[in-house]
């Protein structure tokens, strides 16, 4: 160091302060508070008086919450239960505890529970390749592929060789396409696949499957749709209708803007005419009018109808969710792709879905929850899906006059249900960072 | 589910006329089952337990009957149908009965082709109201605020009801019964209005049952009753005559607990013998075996333990006979002679 400046500067700090500190007020809690609850008067006010609504409601709903009757065998009961304990009101759990698993399963039989359960599990692994590509194994695709007839069987029960000799069917069909399209064209080869399939549904599994049954009885006990009740029908209804409205939603995405007449006509159609139709119209045709329309005695299982509405009217939706990822991309994309002499499929396999579903995925989402929840509109049309089932519990006198209790508890699992889908959905754009930026 | 409904949708519907014109009876005796539509769940007529077991006064009909024709209480698919859907279920063969309180009305007799085979309980349109308000009959009730149904027909038993007597009434429209109970709780309005069965279930659920009265009025005849389909009069017989059954069982003094021991041997009483296969051959007039009232009265009981079990006064809804007693009990029920 000079000295050149040492009579003209009185003191000269050779070293570095070390850091202080901040002010209390501005650090821990009390700086947190400050800066994010009390950063004005205005504010201050504002959280006074939010704060005072929330003790308020949790003041008035807790105490109701929070009541000693768990054990209680009616309604009647539970008021009892509560006058020992010395509270004039508070909620009536015991209708939760003697019915939560008819909420769960409906009239499913007791001792098959497992069956659901075992089906839902089954699902979340069938999900997972789909869902978290890369902690998953490639080949539990298989597996998801395998699950659909899995998830029939189990839950309907019956002889095995049904679900088998349907799966079957796919294998006839995939093996004469392979062959065929050595002979001719993909185009008819695919059609060659299709009819083989059909005959083998329609013409040997019929013939082959009593005897089956017969030679080798392996099945379990058989389950009527009427027995399926509660979330798991919701569930059922829901995963069927999501798990097919995509495929469905996408092929009438691209067909409304395809360049041939027919083909546009056809989905634009389809979609406006569902679209403009609320779906209870579509419940009423299932359950009253096809069964003026379908012969008496005809046995077209009404889990099936409902599906098949929920499904299309889902699909009609989602085909316009994804038309608008579609929009999105820009016409470089398309053109990059024609330029690299890509056909038709291929770019849309390579090129545009990957990144039109990407831009799509909350809308799709929001689209995939809104179909789980209208699965209660089923109630309408007498199947006891949760709140049919509220109705019916209401309806046992010793339960008749409970209703937030069941209305807590349905909403809580639809909560679960649906606030799981929607952070999934955050998880995914996050990781596919579908934000451009 | 499945390939049977590919089949059912594609091959059978070219054949569809010739199967409903087929015999209900032996259709059910093939199936196995009865397959009865019921309520998705009034209190006391309808409503499954916790292990999905279906109890009422509505469903003991169904039972009854599937009693009759397979000894068994237990062959019955009970197969929910709401007010919307009730009339088509029936209509298009998906259920054999409908037990579900439905008012036997001119045009659901014969515009909806439909045959109502009894009364099984006579019910009647009237009012609710807090103890608090101090009225003693509905014609004291002017200017009073009512809860009241949308788009049933006891909308218009109340207008009717108004206008009669010259009084004037506000209707607070609510859609359904849990929303009244609710609402007439939260004191939205001064009365409720519904079946007097309905208000007595209601009433059964509230804190203090003993702050509300029922007033005396009943301003609508709503004849419940048991209905099948028009074109098969053998299958209405079967229901229509195990319904009476049930009701001539009461005026006898048959019960479940005597019925075994009442149908060992042909007793005094030539009427029971016959009731009861003793004596006669009725079970076969109807194809039935000759055991079929004896089945069913010892699967149910007769009428009066049937209403004691479910709706009656020691139940929760806690209903009287009134109309509902036997005629010699100055109530309507009076079963045609078996002979």
């Given at each position: 160091m000079s000295d050149t400046h040492a009579e003209t500067v009185?003191?000269?700090?050779?070293t570095m302060l070390p850091q202080k500190a901040p002010p209390?007020?501005?650090?821990?809690p009390l700086g947190w508070a400050k800066a994010?609850?009390?950063?004005s008067y205005v504010n201050g006010a504002l959280t006074i008086l939010s704060a005072a609504f929330i003790v308020f409601v949790l003041y008035e709903i807790l105490p109701w919450l929070i009541?000693?009757?768990?054990?209680?065998?009616?309604l009647t009961n539970c008021r009892e239960l509560l006058a020992a304990a010395g509270d004039d009101r508070g909620a009536c759990w015991g209708v939760i505890r003697e019915r939560w698993q008819q909420l769960m399963?409906?009239?499913?039989p007791r001792t098959e529970y497992w069956r659901p359960v075992l089906t839902f599990i089954f699902l979340l692994v069938a999900i997972a390749p789909i869902l978290f590509a890369q902690f998953v194994?490639?080949?539990v695709a298989y597996f998801s592929a395998l699950f659909p007839f899995i998830a029939v069987w189990l839950l309907?029960?019956?002889?095995?060789?049904g679900p088998v000799l349907a799966l079957l069917g796919f294998v006839v069909g995939f093996v004469v396409f392979r062959y065929a399209s050595r002979a001719i064209a993909p185009a008819l080869a695919l059609a060659a696949g299709v009819v083989a399939a059909i005959i083998w549904w329609s013409v040997i599994t019929p013939f082959v499957e009593p005897d089956l049954s017969r030679i080798l009885p392996i099945g379990i006990r058989s389950v009527q749709s009427r027995e399926f009740g509660g979330f798991m029908l919701s569930i059922t209804i829901g995963v069927t209708a999501i798990m097919c409205s995509l495929p469905i939603g996408i092929l009438l995405a691209l067909g409304r803007q395809s360049d041939l007449p027919l083909v546009k006509s056809i989905c634009v159609g389809f979609i406006e005419f569902i679209r403009g139709v609320p779906l209870i119209t579509l419940l009423f045709v299932a359950s009253v009018l096809l069964n003026i329309f379908?012969?008496?005695?005809?046995?077209?299982d009404i889990i099936l109808r409902v599906m098949i509405m929920v499904t299309l009217f889902a699909a009609a939706y989602m085909a316009e969710v994804i038309r608008g990822g579609l929009a999105a991309l820009p016409k470089g994309q398309y053109e990059g792709a024609d330029s690299l002499g890509l056909d038709y499929w291929q770019a849309q396999r390579l090129i545009i879905m990957p990144q039109a579903l990407k831009i799509s995925i909350p809308g799709i989402v929001s689209t995939f929850i809104g179909v789980f929840k209208d699965t209660t509109l089923v109630s309408i049309i007498s199947m006891f899906d949760p709140i049919g089932l509220s109705n019916a519990i209401r309806a046992d006198t010793a339960w008749n006059g409970v209703y937030w209790e069941l209305f807590i508890f349905i909403g809580f699992v639809f909560f679960v249900f649906c606030f799981s889908m929607s952070r999934y959905s955050m998880y995914l754009e996050r990781k596919l960072n579908t934000g451009h930026r | 589910m499945k390939k049977s409904v590919f089949f059912g949708a594609l091959t059978v519907a070219g054949l569809a006329?010739?199967?409903?014109?087929?015999a209900t009876l032996d259709d059910v005796k093939a199936r196995g089952k009865l397959n009865c539509g019921v309520a998705t769940g009034v209190p006391g007529f309808a409503a499954p337990d916790a292990a999905g077991e279906w109890a009422g006064f509505d469903v003991a009909v169904c039972r009854a009957v599937a009693a009759a024709i397979f000894?068994?209480?237990?062959?019955v698919e009970f197969i929910p149908t709401t007010g919307k859907t009730r009339f088509t279920a029936l209509a298009s063969g998906e259920i054999d009965m409908l037990a579900r309180n439905t008012t036997w009305t001119f045009s659901r007799d014969t515009d909806l082709k439909f045959?109502?085979?009894?009364?099984n309980y006579y019910d009647g349109q009237g009012f609710i109201v807090p103890k608090?308000?101090?009225?003693?009959?509905?014609?004291?009730?002017?200017g009073a605020t009512v809860c009241i149904q949308t788009g049933t027909t006891t909308e218009l038993n109340l207008a009717d009801f108004f206008r009669i007597n010259n009084i004037s009434y506000e209707p607070v429209p609510i859609e359904t019964n849990a929303e009244a109970q609710q609402q007439y709780l939260a004191g939205a309005c001064d009365t409720y209005t519904t079946d007097a069965s309905g208000l007595a279930a209601t009433r059964s659920?509230?804190?203090?049952?003993?702050?509300h009265v029922i007033l005396p009025e009943i301003i609508s005849k709503e004849p419940l009753g048991p209905l099948v389909r028009h074109g098969d009069s053998e299958w209405g017989d079967i229901v229509r005559w195990t319904f009476n059954a049930l009701v001539a069982a009461e005026e006898y003094g048959v019960t479940s607990a005597n019925v075994a021991e009442m149908s060992s041997a042909p007793g005094d009483n030539p009427e029971v013998n016959r009731l009861l296969g003793t004596e006669g051959d009725l079970g076969a007039m109807i194809g039935l075996d000759a055991a079929w009232a004896k089945n069913a009265i010892a699967a149910v009981g007769n009428y009066g333990e049937i209403f004691e079990a479910t709706?009656?006064?020691?139940?929760?809804?806690?209903?009287?006979?009134?109309?509902?007693?036997?005629y010699t009990n100055g109530g309507l029920l009076y079963a045609p002679p078996f002979r």
């Open positions: 009185a003191f000269v700090r050779e209390a007020s501005t650090v821990g994010n609850l009390f950063s009541s000693p009757t768990w054990e209680g065998t009616s399963f409906g009239f499913y194994p490639a080949k309907w029960g019956g002889t095995i060789w379908l012969p008496p005695g005809t046995n077209f | 006329a010739g199967a409903a014109a087929a000894n068994d209480p237990k062959a045959d109502f085979v009894g009364v608090a308000l101090g009225v003693s009959s509905a014609k004291e009730l002017d659920t509230f804190e203090a049952p003993g702050d709706i009656g006064e020691s139940t929760p809804i806690g209903l009287a006979r009134g109309l509902n007693a036997q």
